[in-house]
Each structure stands twice: as C-alpha cells, then as structure tokens.
C-alpha cells in the first residue's frame, strides 16, 4: 500500500507553480463553458448540451494526478472532462457547431466527444456507460500488462444504475486499474438525492462493501481533488486495483442548456441555493489560495483571465466559420 498522500501546502513556495497551473487551468474550463453557454443562446449550435460551470475543479484535480497516456470515459456533461484532459477549445466548439473540423467531425454533438491524442476516448449519454467502457480499457490495460489508468467520470445518479454495481464488482473481482470518479452534485435532472434514494444513503459506503478502496473529496477545491486524485492514482499504479473517489460539487445552470434555472421559473432548487454554492465557487477558492500564498497578485490573474478568453472567443470565432461536414458523407461509418 503505498504511503498516504499529504494535502498540498499552498503557502508553501514549491507549491506555487502547481497551484498557478492548475488555476490556469480552471479559468480556461470555467470560460470556455461560460463562452460557449453564451453562444449557444443564438441557436447556432443544434445539440443538447449540459454545461458543467461550477463543477470544473473535479475534472482538473484528478487530470492533473494522470498521465497522457492514462485514458478518460465522461458522461452527458463532458466538456469539463474533455478539456481538462487536454481537448481544445477550438475542436469542441467546432463540434457543437456541427462542422467538420469538430472533435468527432461535427457527427457526435455534445455528449460524443473524442480525442485520443489526449486520452480522451468518448463521452456518452448513456448513464453507467462511461463505466463500464472504462472497465473494460482497465481490463485490456490488465491483460496487456500496460500500467495505465482508466477514468470514468459520471454523476450521482448512475448509483441507481445497474451497470454501477456490475462494474465495481467485477473491477474489484478482476483487480482492474480503474478510477471510477463520481461528481455527486445532488441532482438527476431535477430530481434531489433525497426523493431517489433512501435517507441517509452513502454512495460510497456502498461501493466500499464491494471491496473496492474509496476516497472522499470536496470536488470545490481544486487542491483537496488533486490530493484525493494522487492518492488514488499512487494507489493504482502500485496495487492495480479499482478506487472510487466521491466529490461533493454543484451544477450552476439548467440540467441541460445555457439558463439559470430561476431565468426560466424553475422551482425544483431555490435561487439561494444556488448562489450558496456559488459562494463556494471553486475558481474563487483557487484564486483567494494563490493571493494568500502571495504566489501572484491581483492584477496577474487579472491578466491572466483575460488572456485566456481572447483565446476561447478566438477559438470559438475560428469554429464558427469552419466547413460542414460533406453531404456526400452522410451515411458513411454508419453501421
Ligand atoms: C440509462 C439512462 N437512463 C436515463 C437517462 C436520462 N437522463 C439523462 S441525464 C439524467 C440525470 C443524470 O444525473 P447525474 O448522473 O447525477 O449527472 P448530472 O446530470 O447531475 O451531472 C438522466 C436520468 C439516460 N441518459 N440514460
């Protein structure tokens, strides 16, 4: 077993590349989602798209812990997953434009992104999906002898999935290298944790009584996730078997689609709820880190910021004028 991970110091001064980069690396997620809600309200870019603004320091933490060539599976809310295992703006903008030059040649829409040259292998929308085919890379990686992780990344509500419980019993059977990361933000669509499941349930009490290690993070604070990722990373590579890694975390606008959902009279979450996590928004925390640690000041991660959109509204721009796919190609890989 190898040796408990310690949390990052952020005050400490080698620490201080680290968090800059992984802030660096929240601002783009943050305002790619963000550009691209925006954009999406002119009806341009025909696909169902649950954005995952609030929720990036999950998707960053644990990239941060892996590898390239460590491989990553997501869920309908994917963006995050996508780029935070080191997609491009460009390409999934491109992508849910529709245009040929998309991340899945403008055929798969939000919920099919790929990119293996970064290990991103799919996203799907099928819930337990993102399991169960990372269970299976696991097991060719196992059979190979290959020392690489797969990663799954999906919601809450795939513990009401069976394929949740197919997978961890035989991962944990089979002693596979998978990273099974749930980002319980306590919402199928609008449906609460409290209406789906029996009070007081533990998602990962019940994994643990599979035998598979579990680790409990606060998905809003970036370090805590990279932490709890490095650990159950360190644990993988040395013991080769499955870990289950829960972050608490929040879903800021509409289950799909770029609204808040008080914009649209909603009422299954109160306005208050929402800004409640909003206080605790994951790219403020990193950011009061860095200024406490004196890593950087106010005005470089000013700077920093609104370097970081020009790129994103000159990718997206760059997307948008891009070809459609050939209609003469229609039917073609089509099986
Ligand atoms: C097998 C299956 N059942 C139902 C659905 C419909 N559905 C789409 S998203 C969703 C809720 C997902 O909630 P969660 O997995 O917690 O992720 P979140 O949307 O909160 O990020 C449901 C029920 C589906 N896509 N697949």
């Given amino acids: 077993m190898p040796p408990k991970t310690q949390p990052i110091d952020p005050l400490a001064s080698e620490n201080h590349e680290t968090l800059l980069r992984l802030h660096e690396e929240l601002l783009r997620v943050r305002h790619a989602e963000l550009a691209l809600a925006e954009r999406y309200k002119q009806q341009e870019m ?11 320091a999950v998707a960053v933490g644990v990239c941060a812990a892996l590898e390239k060539t460590d491989v990553a599976y997501s869920h309908h809310r994917s963006h995050n997953h996508f780029l935070a295992k080191g997609g491009s703006v460009y390409r999934l903008a491109a992508e849910l434009f529709g245009r040929e030059t998309g991340c899945s040649r403008g055929r798969g829409g939000s919920v099919h992104l790929t990119d293996l040259s ?4 799919a996203s799907s929308a099928i819930l337990g999906e993102a399991m169960s085919a990372a269970t299976g890379s696991a097991l060719a990686f196992r059979l190979g002898n290959e020392k690489r992780i797969a990663t799954a990344f999906f919601g809450d509500a795939v513990a009401e999935e069976g394929a949740f419980y197919e997978c961890l019993s035989y991962a944990a059977l089979k002693k596979l290298p998978v990273l099974y990361v749930c980002e319980n933000n306590g919402y199928a669509t609008e449906s609460p944790l409290s209406i789906r499941q029996p009070a007081g349930a533990d998602i990962s009490g019940r994994v643990a009584s599979f035998g598979v290690r579990t680790i409990k993070a606060e998905g809003n604070d970036v370090l805590a996730v990279l932490t709890a990722a490095r650990e159950a990373v360190a ?3 040395t013991e080769g078997t499955p870990v289950f890694l829960e972050c608490a975390t929040y879903r800021w606008l509409e289950h799909v689609g770029p609204f808040y959902d008080h914009e649209l009279g909603r009422t299954y979450r109160t306005e ?3 800004a409640g996590w909003q206080d605790k928004c994951p790219v403020i925390k990193s950011r009061a880190a860095i200024l406490e640690a004196g890593a950087a000041d106010e005005a470089t991660l000013d700077k920093m910021q609104t370097d970081i959109q020009a790129v994103i509204q000159a990718d997206i721009e760059k997307a948008y004028g891009d070809p459609w796919p050939d ?5 073609d890989n089509i099986y």
């Fill in 327 to 331: 209609p003469q190609q229609l039917f």
């Fill in 235 to 237: 644990y993988l590579r």
């Fill in 272 to 274: 208050q709820e929402v």
């Fill in 46 to 56: 025909r696909t169902p798209t649950h954005f995952g603004v609030g929720q990036e």
């Fill in 118 to 121: 970064c290990g991103f292998v």
